[in-house]
């Protein structure tokens, strides 16, 4: 199917019809039923104290599988190659491709949002953006503005599903004084300009990620949407499952497998030619990492290593104290979009190598500061000292490699 990528580009999301094909649907949906019961069961039995019999399923309002996470993903088996492969569809798998302009995009983290069993109303409005620990809103907007997003998400209801509103538009720019006074009094209600999804079972909505999107109304009604994304940046902690599943979709996860592997080795080739203060040798990793992005999108990805950084520090000095405790706490996982690749891969590194990349990052990670703490409603970051929106002015890549020589 061809879809109208420019229109995607400028309004920030699409609906597309038949993401699960109507003569699939019984069987995705059986699929995905005996997987919630079996998180049930998980949720049962990790149950604290005072929580309900049913642990989460009973107090979330947005009870979520993680079906390539432990440790759901240890317990999939034949009959969870349904929900797998749901993925794999043209209109899933294909369409991403194109609208991500890739030849093969990578399905990311695999997931089921259900419904509360009782209702908790309206989520807050927000951008799925923690610039904590990844970059300023301007920094995604000048990359996807040149070179396209490097993720997408979806939402493909398996019944018919209006919960998730968007803001057309909103991806590429800052939130506007009407949207910051709405959220800053009440995030809960709508914001001027929203749009609602209004989805049919098995049809899909895919959005690029800045967008401003709001979570509307979680209620008892039954829902059961399946939720993640596609990117050419995926990490993948147990692929165990692939063995029941077709040929073909075997052969999809072997390859973004290895294309993890391939974007974690140029992701350890830009650092170590960090290391050894060669410009060019920087300028061909990040090349290699992302082909044919633009200077926007090199310096989003130099951001994103100033991150990354933080990460080898802290595993390699547990004792260093300089790292605000909020970011500390977000660094703990990983997050390959950004191109953090977990605390194992930081044993690439030795202390001293962890100790000369600080030093080359620390300028740009001193310019990502604010002044002082501040606050910007809309994101998943609290309040903090680096900035929500702004990406350090005049500075570029090359400045980044200039300023090697002086620390
Ligand atoms: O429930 C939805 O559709 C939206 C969920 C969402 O925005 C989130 O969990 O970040
Ligand atoms: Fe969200």
């Not at 690029?208 to 990117?231: D, E, M």
């Not at 926007?296 to 802290?314: A, D, P």
Request: charged share 25%; aromatic share 10%.
């Amino acid at each position: 199917m061809q879809v109208d990528r420019s229109r995607f580009l400028e309004e920030g999301y699409l609906i597309v019809p038949k993401v699960v094909p109507p003569s699939r649907l019984a069987a995705v949906r059986a699929s995905y039923e005996r997987l919630v019961d079996k998180q049930r069961g998980i949720w049962a039995a990790q149950r604290q104290p005072n929580d309900p019999p049913g642990g989460a399923w009973e107090t979330s309002a947005q009870p979520r599988l993680g079906l390539s996470r432990p440790p759901l993903v240890h317990e999939l088996d034949a009959e969870a190659a349904p929900a797998i492969e749901a993925w794999l569809g043209e209109n899933a798998h294909g369409v991403s491709s194109q609208l991500l302009d890739t030849p093969d995009a990578a399905a990311t983290d695999m997931m089921l949002m259900c419904n509360p069993v009782r209702d908790h109303g309206p989520a807050a409005w927000h951008r799925d953006l923690h610039p904590i620990d990844t970059a300023p809103l301007q920094g995604y907007i000048d990359d996807i503005a040149e070179n396209g997003p490097r993720y997408i998400q979806w939402n493909i209801p398996l019944y018919d599903d209006n919960v998730l509103w968007v803001i057309p538009g909103s991806h590429l720019r800052r939130n506007t004084e009407a949207e910051n006074r709405a959220m800053g009094a009440n995030p809960r209600l709508p914001v001027p300009g929203w749009v609602p999804t209004n989805l049919k079972a098995g049809d899909g909505v895919v959005y690029i990620l800045p967008i401003l999107h709001w979570g509307s109304n979680y209620s008892p009604i039954k829902r059961r949407t399946i939720h993640g994304g596609f990117s050419d940046f995926v990490l993948y902690p147990d692929l165990g499952y692939t063995r029941f599943l077709s040929p073909e979709a075997q052969a999809a996860f072997a390859r973004w497998e290895a294309r993890s592997r391939d974007k974690q080795r140029h992701t350890e080739a830009a650092l170590r030619a960090v290391i050894a203060g060669n410009g060019p040798a920087y300028l061909t990793a990040l090349d290699q990492l992302h082909p044919g992005r633009g200077e926007k999108g090199q310096l989003l990805s130099t951001v994103f290593f100033s991150k990354l950084v933080q990460v080898i520090r802290v595993r390699k000095h547990p004792e260093v104290d300089d790292i605000p405790q909020d970011l500390r706490h977000r660094l703990g996982g990983s997050h390959p979009i950004t191109l953090n690749w977990g605390p194992e891969f930081a044993d690439r590194f030795t202390p001293a190598e962890a100790d000369t990349l600080w030093a080359r990052f620390k300028p740009l990670d001193r310019l990502l500061r604010a002044e002082k703490e501040m606050f910007i409603p809309g994101y998943q970051s609290g309040p903090m000292i680096y900035h929500f929106d702004e990406m350090p002015a005049n500075y570029t890549v090359a400045d980044f490699i200039a300023g090697w020589a002086n620390e």
